[in-house]
Nanobody, 115 residues
């Protein structure tokens, strides 16, 4: 059974850093494009960043230069390093594993940027 478990969310002051982790189980990690998405209250879920099996990354324009996605294939874990956080980054962040025939989501972790 596939399971994605996010961790690392919390309350951070503007300008601060935070690192999210997503641990994957179910023997899919090596085959999946991994990604982070977020959903703010009243808004649609949006792409934050993705990373392929080979390490190619894609970041949304709104986070380029501030956020970095990475993956550790040995640990079946994908990370999102977030720097220079802004109040508008406040959202529930979701881990995603995309395969050719299926799409999996974590339960989400709340990130709140506030002073």
């Amino acid at each position: 059974q596939v399971q994605l478990v996010e961790s690392g969310g919390g309350l951070v002051q503007p300008g601060g850093p935070l690192r999210l982790s997503c641990a994957a189980s179910g023997n899919i990690f090596s085959r999946a494009v991994m990604g982070w998405y977020r959903q703010a209250p009243g808004k649609q879920r949006e792409l934050v960043a993705t990373i392929t099996r080979g390490g190619s990354t894609n970041h949304a324009d709104s986070v380029k230069g501030r956020f970095t996605i990475s993956r550790d294939n040995a640990k079946n874990t994908v990370y999102l390093q977030m720097n220079s956080l802004k109040p508008e980054d406040t959202a529930v962040y979701y881990c995603n594993a995309a395969l050719a025939i299926a799409n999996y989501w974590g339960q989400g972790t709340q990130v709140t940027i506030s002073s």
